[in-house]
C-alpha cells in the first residue's frame, strides 16, 4: 500500500513539473509565430498602439487591452459582493439539506460551454437589456460618462462583463463556501461565547478567510481575462477607447478567434502576437496576485 501511494505521489509530482516546464515553450512558441511581425514593427510600438485595423495594417493592440481590463474588471467588480454573500449564506444560513443541493447546482452551472452561455447572452440576455435597463440607464442616467452612448445596442461592454460575472460566479463561491467550511470551529465557538451574534461571527470568519477570498477572485480575474467564445458574442466586436459601458469593444482574445483563420503572412503573425501579449498579461497577473497572497498570508500568520 506504502509503495503504491509513493508511486501516485511519484506520478503527480512529475506531471505537474512537466506543465511547468511546459511554460517557456509556450512563451517562445509564440514568440517564434509572432517573429515576422515583430521583425518589422517594434513590441513597443505593438502594445501602444491606439488602433487595430487589418486591412489597413495598423496593429495597436492598446484598444484591445483596454477592452480586456474593462470588461473582465467590471465582471469581478459584479461578481465580488454576489459571491461572497452566496458563499456565506450556503455555508451559515441556508439548512444543510438544501445547501449541498444549491453547491452541486452552481457546480453545475460552471460546467456549462462558453458557447451555450454566448448563445444565451445573444438571444435572451442582450436583447431583454437592451429594452429595459439600458433603456432605462440611457434615458435617465446619461448624465454620467459611463452611461452614454450614440446608438443603444444590446452587445457591449456591460452585456460582456454581465455574462463573465455568470461564467466565473461558481468558482469563487465553491473556494470562498470550501474555505468558510476550514474556519477551526474554536473561532466560532469563542465568538459565540463572547456573546457575538451571528452576523458578527461571519464578519471574524471572512475576516480569517481574506488570503483564500483574494486567492479566489485572481481565480476568477485570471478565468475572465483568457474567455473568449462567450465574449466575442456578446461584446459587439468593435475596438475603441470609449469610457461607455453601453457601447461595443473588443479584447485580445476577440480579435485573435474573429480573425485568425482568414488572415495570413503578417497579419497571422500580428494575431499571434495579441495571443503574446495575452500570456505576458496572465503571467503578471500570477505574479501580482501571489505577491499580494503572500503579503496578506505573512499579515495573517503574525
Known amino acids: 500500500m506504502v509503495t503504491i501511494k509513493k508511486s501516485i505521489f511519484i506520478f503527480l509530482g512529475s506531471f505537474a513539473l512537466f506543465l511547468v516546464l511546459m511554460l517557456p515553450f509556450y512563451f517562445f512558441g509564440e514568440l517564434y509565430g509572432a517573429s515576422e511581425f515583430f521583425s518589422k514593427f517594434s513590441f513597443l510600438d505593438f502594445i501602444l498602439g491606439p488602433e487595430w485595423s487589418l486591412p489597413e495594417q495598423r496593429y495597436g493592440a492598446l484598444q484591445a487591452i483596454y477592452g480586456t481590463l474593462i470588461v473582465a474588471g467590471l465582471a469581478l467588480l ?9 458563499a456565506v449564506a450556503i455555508s451559515e444560513f441556508i439548512p444543510e439539506w438544501f445547501s449541498e443541493r444549491l453547491g452541486t447546482l452552481i457546480d453545475m452551472i460552471a460546467t456549462i460551454p462558453s458557447v451555450v452561455v454566448g448563445l444565451w447572452g445573444i438571444l435572451s440576455l442582450g436583447p431583454f437589456l437592451s429594452n429595459t435597463l439600458y433603456k432605462f440607464l440611457v434615458e435617465n442616467l446619461s448624465f454620467l460618462p459611463i452611461f452614454q452612448t450614440t446608438t443603444l445596442t444590446a452587445y457591449n461592454k456591460l452585456t460582456a462583463a454581465l455574462i ?14 470550501e474555505n468558510l467550511r476550514l474556519v477551526p470551529i474554536e473561532i466560532k465557538e469563542a465568538a459565540y461565547a463572547l456573546g457575538l451574534t451571528k ?14 477570498i483574494f486567492a479566489a477572485l485572481m481565480l476568477a480575474l485570471g478565468r475572465a481575462v483568457a474567455e473568449a467564445v462567450a465574449v466575442s458574442m456578446v461584446i459587439g466586436n468593435t475596438c475603441s477607447f470609449s469610457i461607455s459601458l453601453l457601447d461595443p469593444a473588443c479584447t485580445l482574445t476577440t480579435l485573435i478567434i474573429n480573425n485568425f483563420v482568414e488572415a495570413t503572412g503578417t497579419e497571422a503573425a500580428a494575431l499571434i502576437g495579441l495571443g503574446l501579449v495575452l500570456f505576458m ?16 498570508l505573512g499579515g495573517y500568520m503574525k
Open 281 to 296: 498579461i496572465s503571467i503578471l497577473l500570477v505574479l501580482v496576485s501571489r505577491l499580494i497572497y503572500s503579503k496578506l
Open 78 to 86: 459584479i461578481t465580488t459582493p454576489i459571491s461572497i454573500t452566496a
Open 164 to 177: 463573465l460575472g455568470y461564467m466565473i460566479t461558481p468558482f469563487v463561491v465553491s473556494v470562498i463556501k
Open 199 to 212: 452576523w458578527e461571527t461571519v464578519r471574524i470568519m471572512l475576516s480569517y478567510i481574506k488570503p483564500g
